[in-house]
């Protein structure tokens, strides 16, 4: 059913579980400085300890091992390891850290996936411009090669960033993720050109000079829901749902994997839109230089974080502001028989995951694809017996199952979200989408195992059984 050396796995991320947020030398990230803020976080929750992993990695290994994972997703603090953002200055007590948890995963024959960026910007970039400024593209480049340079002797599998998407829009559009800007129609698509410009240059500097001897393989993480029109008969709906998905996972996998630019459905209604609102200064989504590193091509596997989906009918935009949702001019709907996870935008279809496979694999040139975040939000009182995110692990993953077996696409692994409830961001620890519980009110932050993580595991050792016959 699983291909033979098909990565199950857990995924994490630095800010969201490590803590130790000013410890031995670490900068300050974005997300720093943006919990510290008033009114950014429910609850005025931040990442200062979270699950406090940088002091407790060996309980982590301990979950991790427990659930009998092959693979494990983490992402590196950039400000741990070089605290002013450049290589001027380097953090050995950082460096250590990871490659303390590098190598631990090694010895017990867990293998890791590295995630160089996972939206905790160092604030010293920041402070001269961010993902705004075009020089960013460069210092993304020359950590990437610190990195690889590092541990790349030992991490065979990287991300470049994580979900541009999110860090575009949230931060730079919608303000409610670090850096908090509320910039409408401009900052967005800037910031997302910058990273594909960043992740373009990791990737050819991997190429040429890491991947002759370290032989690891580099991509980015592009999430997206799976999108269908409300009425499939009207061809008003149908062509929304193809807007939406273009200025989604289009807007990052079409300059990657399809033709090395933007979307053209995508362009050309942001466009119009310009002209029809009068903008003046150009196009305002930015085009690709022939001088700097082709963009088409970077990436040798398809990483896709897949959470829930949507109906689409036309509107929701009003037509009146230089947004993201006007330009798209398309608005999600929820169907009504699907079920609700604990977070409202979290519609639970497990489906979904096989259709948006077989779209990536008919699209996108059939690549090789890792799942690489996919979960299930708790909120309210604890249930340890968590019966239906059990369930959904079981629905999802037999999905996987067929679009492998029955559709043929290239699914290398499955990676769920997340080994432990932790920092959920501008939610704070309010949900919940471990499989190991954390006791945020206890100093030891003891973990617990979820019914849901037992049930995992449970699966891991039959599909892997199922291989080895």
């Known amino acids: 059913m699983f291909p033979c050396g098909f990565a199950w796995g857990a995924a994490t991320a630095a800010y969201q579980i490590e803590g130790g947020w000013e410890a031995d030398g670490k900068g300050a990230s974005i997300w720093d400085t943006f919990c510290h803020e008033k009114g950014r976080v429910f609850g005025e929750h931040n990442g200062d300890i979270a699950c406090n992993s940088y002091e407790?990695?060996?309980?982590?290994?301990?979950?991790?091992?427990?659930?009998?994972?092959?693979?494990?997703?983490?992402?590196?603090?950039?400000?741990?390891?070089?605290?002013?953002?450049?290589?001027?200055?380097?953090?050995?007590?950082?460096?250590?850290?990871?490659?303390?948890?590098?190598?631990?995963?090694?010895?017990?024959?867990?293998?890791p996936m590295v995630t160089l960026y996972h939206f905790d910007l160092p604030q010293a970039l920041q402070d001269k411009g961010g993902w705004?400024?075009?020089?960013?593209?460069?210092?993304?480049?020359?950590?990437?090669?610190?990195?690889?340079?590092?541990?790349?002797?030992?991490?065979?599998?990287?991300?470049?960033?994580?979900?541009?998407?999110?860090?575009?829009?949230?931060?730079?559009?919608?303000?409610?993720?670090?850096?908090?800007?509320?910039?409408?129609?401009?900052?967005?698509?800037?910031?997302?050109?910058?990273?594909?410009?960043?992740?373009?240059?990791?990737?050819?500097?991997?190429?040429?000079?890491?991947?002759?001897?370290?032989?690891?393989?580099?991509?980015?993480?592009?999430?997206?829901?799976?999108?269908?029109?409300?009425?499939?008969?009207?061809?008003?709906?149908?062509?929304?749902?193809?807007?939406?998905?273009?200025?989604?996972?289009?807007w990052f996998a079409w300059p990657v994997f399809v033709t090395g630019d933007y979307p053209e459905i995508m362009r050309s209604a942001i466009d119009a839109q310009s002209e029809r609102l009068g903008h003046s200064g150009g196009s305002r989504l930015p085009s690709f230089s022939e001088d700097e590193p082709q963009v088409l091509g970077t990436a040798d596997f398809f990483a896709l974080n897949y959470y829930t989906s949507r109906k689409v009918k036309p509107g929701g935009g009003h037509g009146r502001t230089l947004c993201m949702k006007s330009d798209r001019d398309a608005?999600?709907?929820?169907?009504?028989?699907?079920?609700?996870?604990?977070?409202?935008?979290?519609?639970?279809?497990?489906?979904?995951?096989?259709?948006?496979?077989?779209?990536?694999?008919?699209?996108?040139?059939?690549?090789?694809?890792?799942?690489?975040?996919?979960?299930?939000?708790?909120?309210?009182?604890?249930?340890?017996?968590?019966?239906?995110?059990?369930?959904?692990?079981?629905?999802?993953?037999?999905?996987?199952?067929?679009?492998?077996?029955?559709?043929?696409?290239?699914?290398r692994g499955y990676f769920a979200w997340s080994l432990l409830d932790n920092f959920e961001w501008a939610d704070g620890t309010s949900v919940r989408f471990g499989l190991f519980h954390v006791d945020f009110s206890d100093t030891q932050r003891r973990r617990t195992v979820y019914r849901s993580g037992q049930e995992y595991a449970k699966m891991i050792q039959k599909y892997k059984s199922d291989q080895s016959r």
Request: proline share 5%.
């Open 56 to 111: 407790l990695w060996d309980r982590d290994l301990e979950c991790i091992q427990q659930l009998g994972l092959t693979h494990y997703r983490l992402s590196l603090s950039w400000s741990r390891l070089l605290p002013d953002g450049t290589t001027e200055h380097v953090n050995q007590k950082g460096v250590q850290y990871y490659n303390k948890v590098i190598d631990d995963l090694l010895v017990c024959n867990v293998t």
């Open 132 to 250: 705004k400024s075009a020089s960013v593209a460069s210092l993304f480049d020359s950590y990437a090669r610190f990195c690889f340079q590092t541990f790349g002797d030992r991490v065979k599998l990287w991300i470049t960033i994580n979900e541009p998407y999110v860090c575009a829009k949230l931060g730079h559009e919608d303000g409610i993720h670090a850096p908090g800007l509320k910039e409408p129609g401009t900052a967005a698509y800037l910031v997302g050109h910058n990273m594909l410009r960043a992740h373009a240059m990791a990737w050819h500097s991997y190429d040429s000079l890491y991947r002759p001897k370290q032989k690891g393989a580099v991509s980015l993480a592009i999430n997206s829901d799976w999108v269908e029109p409300l009425h499939p008969g009207c061809p008003d709906h149908v062509a929304a749902a193809e807007r939406l998905l273009a200025f989604s996972l289009g």
């Open 331 to 411: 608005e999600e709907v929820l169907d009504p028989s699907w079920p609700i996870s604990g977070v409202s935008w979290l519609a639970v279809v497990p489906d979904g995951i096989r259709k948006l496979l077989n779209y990536i694999k008919d699209t996108c040139n059939n690549p090789a694809v890792y799942i690489t975040e996919n979960g299930f939000a708790q909120v309210g009182p604890l249930q340890i017996e968590d019966e239906r995110r059990c369930e959904f692990y079981k629905d999802t993953i037999l999905e996987v199952a067929k679009a492998v077996g029955e559709d043929k696409v290239n699914v």
